[in-house]
């Protein structure tokens, strides 16, 4: 079955990192392009950070430029997001959803292009 499981999220203070990972299963990694979205109380969801399938081409919302990195390991098939200098805005629910398709532009961070959700893991930043 074609399924992503999110890991890494916890309780941090502002200015520190996590690592993120979401790990597939079902499928080969690279044949998809993985997104992490996140979602913070009362807010829409939104898209984080993209690399696009098979050619790895990455895109990043501006409030992270310069703070999350993500990278892909095809030999574990898992992405992860490395996230450093945390803020508190950065509080909310990551989800890692997969999709067939290539985005180009602001199409990437469109969850209706997605078919496979992970279940998300919370990131909590605070003092």
């Known amino acids: 079955q074609v399924q992503v499981v999110e890991s890494g999220g916890g309780l941090v203070q502002p200015g520190g990192s996590l690592r993120l990972s979401c790990a597939a299963s079902?499928?080969?990694?690279?044949?998809?392009?993985i997104t992490w979205f996140r979602q913070a109380p009362g807010k829409e969801r939104e898209g984080v950070s993209c690399m696009r399938r098979r050619d790895g081409y990455t895109y990043s919302t501006y409030s992270v430029k310069g703070r999350f990195t993500i990278s892909r390991d095809t030999a574990k098939n898992t992405v992860s997001l490395q996230m450093n200098s945390l803020k508190p805005e950065d509080t909310g629910v990551y989800y890692c959803?997969?999709?067939?398709?290539?985005?180009?532009?602001?199409?990437?961070?469109?969850?209706?292009?997605?078919?496979?959700w992970g279940q998300g893991t919370q990131v909590t930043v605070s003092s």
């Open positions: 079902g499928f080969t990694l690279d044949t998809y392009t």
């Open positions: 959803a997969a999709t067939r398709t290539s985005p180009i532009m602001s199409s990437w961070s469109n969850p209706d292009l997605y078919d496979v």
